[in-house]
């Protein structure tokens, strides 16, 4: 399953857009003002790390199978409704650290 249906499986359709070229995606947060959401992005990364995913970028590679794959996927069914549960009720509540800065 891609990840944007996943994202639109939690209802995170319009917070989480994953795009681009197949062999380089990129993916985004937005928060409900529609604006890049930098908090969101810091949970969903705290949560993979969490899920034993580090994926500050996605970054295919001829190693990535069908079990790292489903181990994403995995992954991805716990974090995202734990991203839900954030924009629902305030990701600050959530987060364990510092927001992630752009550099």
């Given at each position: 399953?891609?990840?944007?249906?996943?994202?639109?499986?939690?209802?995170?359709?319009?917070?989480?857009?994953?795009?681009?070229?197949?062999?380089?995606?990129?993916?985004?947060?937005?928060?409900?003002?529609?604006?890049?959401?930098?908090?969101?992005?810091?949970?969903?990364?705290?949560?993979?790390?969490?899920?034993?995913?580090?994926?500050?970028?996605?970054?295919?590679?001829?190693?990535?199978?069908?079990?790292?794959?489903?181990?994403t996927e995995?992954?991805?069914?716990?974090?995202?409704?734990?991203?839900r549960s954030?924009?629902?009720?305030?990701?600050?509540?959530?987060?364990?650290?510092?927001?992630i800065k752009?550099?």
């Amino acid at each position: 399953m891609t990840m944007n249906l996943l994202a639109k499986k939690y209802k995170l359709q319009d917070n989480f857009i994953a795009e681009g070229p197949s062999c380089s995606p990129v993916y985004s947060f937005i928060d409900n003002k529609g604006k890049v959401s930098l908090s969101l992005r810091t949970l969903f990364l705290q949560e993979m790390i969490k899920n034993k995913i580090l994926m500050p970028w996605i970054s295919l590679s001829f190693r990535h199978g069908l079990k790292e794959l489903k181990i994403t996927e995995k992954a991805l069914n716990k974090v995202f409704p734990i991203i839900r549960s954030a924009i629902d009720n305030g990701v600050d509540k959530y987060l364990e650290g510092d927001v992630i800065k752009p550099v």
